[in-house]
């Protein structure tokens, strides 16, 4: 019992360290992914959720988001891996603002990624929709910053129709995230990127869509013919 104890409260401290921005553990760049491992494996799967649920710096944002903004990906799969697949979406949309909304403001295309992986399709795709504080999805928040690298990445894991209804969410200022692309930060590639992807997609939903149509009417023709 008291061996369980202490390895919960060796990583209460660990995580509460690593919110806090002053302490040095913070500036440590995550390939010392193992002064987390030990402590997470030693708690059960229920505490080790509510841990990592419950303990946030002054801002609300739990370890996770924490790790997604300082781009310490190696940490952030870790973390989620370390989780049932149940509970790795309920601990990214702890935050307002998600690790994922986090990692694309902030550029970081391998932590998206790996945030992503460690998700079921289903998941994924709840992930990228969900509208932060502002109201912009995560796809939003590359865009307004420029990062073209991030936007393709996020737009990948969906299909043409998906893509789509994503390109059209609107954040709480009725801006999609081509309009953010457009604004202050305003960078041209990332526009064309976005443009490039919408066109794309209308092309091979209509393409689809005509194909069906056509073939509807084949089936009808060889039918008549009989």
Do not use: W
């Not at 959720?49 to 739990?62: A, C, F």
């Not at 796809?139 to 393709?152: D, I, M, N």
Request: charged share 20%; with cysteine.
């Amino acid at each position: 019992m008291s061996s369980a104890y202490t390895a919960a409260d060796k990583l209460r401290k660990i995580l509460t360290e690593y919110c806090n921005p002053y302490m040095n553990i913070s500036d440590i760049e995550i390939s010392d992914v193992e002064i987390f491992e030990n402590p997470l494996t030693q708690v059960s799967e229920s505490l080790r959720y509510e841990l990592l649920s419950s303990i946030m710096d002054s801002d609300g944002n739990t370890v996770l988001t924490n790790a997604a903004y300082k781009a310490h990906t190696e940490l952030c799969v870790n973390l989620l891996s370390s989780l049932p697949p149940a509970d790795r979406l309920k601990l990214i949309l702890v935050d307002k603002r998600t690790a994922l909304h986090t990692a694309a403001y902030q550029g970081c295309t391998e932590t998206v990624s790996g945030i992503l992986n460690c998700l079921t399709a289903d998941q994924q795709l709840q992930l990228l929709f969900t509208q932060g504080k502002y109201g912009g999805t995560a796809l939003h928040e590359a865009a307004l910053k420029g990062h073209t690298e991030t936007v393709k990445t996020l737009l990948d894991n969906l299909t043409p129709e998906q893509q789509l209804l994503l390109l059209a969410v609107q954040n709480k200022k009725g801006m999609t995230a081509y309009e953010e692309a457009t604004g202050h930060y305003r960078n041209l590639d990332t526009m064309r990127t976005l443009e490039y992807y919408q066109k794309e997609a209308d092309y091979r939903v209509n393409y689809r869509k005509f194909a069906i149509f056509y073939l509807r009417f084949l089936t009808t023709q060889v039918i008549s013919a009989r």
